[in-house]
């Protein structure tokens, strides 16, 4: 930011007498000056950041003080009437709808980006990219109630029958709310949310292998599957872990559309047909009433800054890798 | 002469542009054909088609036949990958494989089921890095990075590589463009060394490689032949004018 600018000769001879060191020309400083402003706005979403952390901090500072941390994050009941604050039921909450959502994700779209990166004619992808970019510009109050009308009755009339007749010896898919409003709801909902997102960004992440490794490779005689799965995927493997970690990201704080279909009741879940009332519904549910309880308010905001903190620790991870693979150089 | 590969009535086109306009030439068997011409002009085009490589790119269009002892590669009955095993390409640039220097010469005998033990792998890759030119630099260091070797090293891992699962017929792309003067001799010797036992197409830009390699020559302009033939004749006494110019450097 601070490098001077060469200045130019005829300035330069006019100003010698009068100054042992060479001022800068006038519109040097203007440029100067110009820099630093715009410096400093880029900087503001930084500071933004740092804000949000510090003033949830602030906020979140007497529950903080008041329960021990651990007691808080594994606290299982949640009853601010009676004094107990435990987030366990909701960050548990979460982690299933989010593990759910990008289990059902992940397969489907990287199957759809190998397609659209190695296989697929240039005319087919030119036209799936906008209609991908489309699928993520839907709202999530709109996937919210599709999932309301279309997902909830499906899991309730089609897949938790299913699941009662096959599989119910297997914990995770026993069904004991048969209300159809469940993880599973919220997953289906969230993966259908997250793909573009997964789709895109390993997409780009493919197209960041050079042809000529797969040319040297076919000219051998490989086939193309054999191409991708012995050249290119392992080229892209960490690029591929990093996009499904900002999916997850993205799928963790979703909060409209999985608070339509997820039922919303604070327990510890034992099964994907189970409800479950994640981190973000709490507090978009909550926050504003009942504030007369003490250290509801406080709690609500703990709430928030765990939600934060775990998203900021996804976000940065996998936008370091991602970074670094997309601005990686070949010999 | 005994003809190797027999290209009859070949277009290419590239959407709406023609590339290759109705090409007949016949190359000898182990011999080295060398493909010259102008930039722009469907030498490589012509190349690659002799390994099905044009299909590669979207919107190509492709008419005629490419016979390759007798049997035309482009046959819908034909499986691609046999065609590019017997028709090994050395590109214009470079590109080992990301793996070690091993890895690479074993790659496509891997792919390709070629050997029955670790035992049998090791002394073949051996034998191909010696045809390449390569053992004696690389045996203490085969397991290192292929990207570790200089650039006409890589090169020769390449021959190497596609030497390794026997193909018939050797297509180069240019291949001492983008090497030193030094390795350039190098791959020029090895292709000299190997033409009594495969078929060998090169691409150059160069008219002095030409002169060095060829045994039989084609000239190409305008992504058409315009004279094809031993190179003693072609160039002691072309035929055509467009072939004259351009080994006198007109153009």
């Keep these: 930011m601070n490098d001077t600018h060469p200045v130019p000769p005829e300035i330069n001879e006019k100003i010698e007498g009068r100054s042992p060191r060479p001022s800068i020309a006038p519109r040097a400083r203007q440029d100067q000056r110009a820099r630093r402003v715009f410096f400093i706005i880029t900087l503001l979403p930084v500071f933004l950041i740092l804000a949000v952390t510090i003033a949830l901090l602030v906020r979140a500072w007497p529950i903080l003080q008041a329960y021990p941390l651990g007691d808080l994050l594994f606290g299982q009941v949640w009853?601010?009437?009676?004094?107990?604050?435990?987030?366990?039921?909701?960050?548990?909450?979460?982690?299933?709808?989010?593990?759910?959502?990008?289990?059902?994700?992940?397969?489907?779209?990287?199957?759809?980006?190998?397609?659209?990166?190695?296989?697929?004619?240039?005319?087919?992808?030119?036209?799936?990219?906008?209609?991908?970019?489309?699928?993520?510009?839907?709202?999530?109050?709109?996937?919210?109630?599709?999932?309301?009308?279309?997902?909830?009755?499906?899991?309730?009339?089609?897949?938790?029958?299913?699941?009662?007749?096959?599989?119910?010896?297997?914990?995770?898919?026993?069904?004991?709310?048969?209300?159809?409003?469940?993880?599973?709801?919220?997953?289906?909902?969230?993966?259908?949310?997250?793909?573009?997102?997964?789709?895109?960004?390993?997409?780009?992440?493919?197209?960041?292998?050079?042809?000529?490794?797969?040319?040297?490779?076919?000219?051998?005689?490989?086939?193309?599957?054999?191409?991708?799965?012995?050249?290119?995927?392992?080229?892209?493997?960490?690029?591929?872990?990093?996009?499904?970690?900002?999916?997850?990201?993205?799928?963790?704080?979703?909060?409209?559309?999985?608070?339509?279909?997820?039922?919303?009741?604070?327990?510890?879940?034992?099964?994907?047909?189970?409800?479950?009332?994640?981190?973000?519904?709490?507090?978009?549910?909550?926050?504003?009433?009942?504030?007369?309880?003490?250290?509801?308010?406080?709690?609500?905001?703990?709430?928030?800054?765990?939600?934060?903190?775990?998203?900021?620790?996804?976000?940065?991870?996998?936008?370091?890798?991602?970074?670094?693979?997309?601005?990686?150089?070949?010999? | 002469m005994d003809t190797h590969i027999q290209v009859k009535d070949l277009n290419v086109y590239y959407g709406k542009q023609q590339a290759l306009k109705d090409v007949n030439i016949e190359v000898p068997k182990k011999q080295i054909t060398v493909i010259m011409g102008p930039s722009g002009c469907g030498k490589t085009t012509l190349l690659k088609s002799l390994n099905r490589f044009l299909e590669l790119t979207d919107g190509t269009r492709i008419t005629g036949e490419v016979l390759v002892d007798g049997q035309n590669i482009y046959d819908r009955e034909v499986d691609v990958t046999e065609v590019r095993k017997i028709v090994g390409l050395l590109a214009q640039r470079p590109a080992p494989l990301p793996m070690s220097i091993y890895d690479n010469v074993a790659y496509g005998m891997h792919i390709h089921k070629m050997r029955n033990d670790r035992k049998e792998y090791k002394a073949a890759v051996r034998h191909y890095l010696e045809i390449a030119g390569l053992w004696e630099e690389v045996q203490k260091r085969l397991h290192d990075p292929a990207s570790s070797l200089s650039i006409g090293q890589q090169q020769r891992l390449c021959l190497a590589r596609g030497l390794a699962v026997e193909p018939e017929i050797i297509l180069g792309d240019e291949p001492t463009s983008a090497l030193d003067p030094i390795s350039s001799q190098n791959i020029e010797a090895r292709l000299l060394d190997l033409k009594q036992q495969y078929t060998t197409v090169i691409v150059t830009q160069t008219l002095r490689q030409a002169k060095r390699l060829a045994d039989h020559v084609i000239y190409m302009y305008m992504g058409e032949v315009i004279e094809s033939g031993p190179a003693k004749e072609v160039f002691t006494n072309p035929k055509h004018e467009r072939t004259r110019q351009y080994l006198e450097g007109l153009f």
């Excluded at chain 1, 914990?171 to 997953?187: A, D, E, M, R």
């Excluded at chain 1, 012995?230 to 979703?254: D, H, K």
């Design chain 1, 79 to 331: 009853k601010p009437s009676d004094k107990l604050f435990g987030f366990g039921p909701f960050i548990l909450g979460t982690l299933w709808v989010t593990v759910v959502g990008v289990l059902l994700s992940v397969p489907p779209c990287l199957l759809a980006s190998i397609y659209l990166a190695e296989y697929a004619h240039s005319a087919t992808r030119s036209f799936t990219k906008p209609v991908l970019d489309l699928l993520a510009a839907i709202p999530p109050v709109v996937y919210g109630v599709w999932g309301l009308l279309a997902i909830v009755p499906f899991v309730e009339k089609v897949l938790a029958p299913f699941a009662k007749r096959w599989l119910g010896s297997v914990s995770i898919f026993s069904v004991n709310q048969p209300t159809g409003f469940s993880i599973l709801s919220g997953g289906i909902v969230l993966a259908v949310m997250i793909a573009p997102l997964i789709i895109s960004v390993v997409y780009e992440i493919f197209a960041t292998v050079p042809n000529d490794l797969r040319h040297a490779s076919l000219a051998v005689g490989a086939t193309q599957w054999q191409t991708i799965r012995n050249i290119v995927l392992p080229q892209v493997t960490p690029g591929i872990i990093a996009a499904i970690v900002l999916g997850a990201s993205r799928a963790f704080g979703e909060t409209i559309a999985v608070l339509i279909v997820v039922g919303n009741v604070p327990q510890i879940p034992t099964s994907i047909f189970d409800s479950a009332y994640p981190l973000p519904a709490l507090i978009a549910n909550n926050y504003g009433d009942m504030m007369s309880i003490p250290l509801y308010d406080s709690a609500l905001l703990g709430a928030a800054l765990v939600l934060l903190v775990i998203i900021l620790i996804f976000n940065i991870l996998s936008t370091l890798v991602l970074q670094r693979m997309l601005r990686r150089k070949w010999a």
